[in-house]
Nanobody, 116 residues
Framework: VQLQASGGGLVQAGGSLRLSCAAS?????????MGWYRQAPGKQREMVAT???????NYADPVKGRFTISRDVTKNSVYLRMNSLKPEDTAVYYC??????????WGQGTQVTVSS
């Protein structure tokens, strides 16, 4: 199983980025949970947003109203639209898929840097 994340980069505060993550080697299923996590230097990895069966979305409080998660189940892909970016959003962003069997798979991470 491989997850390929892309779309990170350097952006000024207030700007936008769209992250993409495509999973291969895992059967698509509406029961899969896909999500985005991030890890800033010196901090623990934290959940940013998840989207699960029935397209139920869950967001961390700091990103509510600014980030939008979406998915294409047939492509085993998940996306994260990030608007109104802040310097505190700077981190390595990781995508994760949890299969219906309960196994977790992580992508390699993509760097997002927001300058003030």
């Amino acid at each position: 199983v491989q997850l390929q994340a892309s779309g990170g980069g350097l952006v000024q505060a207030g700007g936008s980025l769209r992250l993409s993550c495509a999973a291969s080697g895992v059967a698509f299923s509406f029961s899969n949970i896909m999500g985005w996590y991030r890890q800033a230097p010196g901090k623990q990895r934290e959940m940013v947003a998840t989207i699960s069966y029935g397209a139920t979305m869950n967001y961390a409080d700091p990103v509510k109203g600014r980030f939008t998660i979406s998915r294409d189940v047939t492509k085993n892909s998940v996306y994260l639209r990030m608007n109104s970016l802040k310097p505190e959003d700077t981190a390595v962003y990781y995508c994760k898929i949890t299969t219906s069997g309960g196994r977790d798979y992580w992508g390699q991470g993509t760097q997002v840097t927001v300058s003030s």
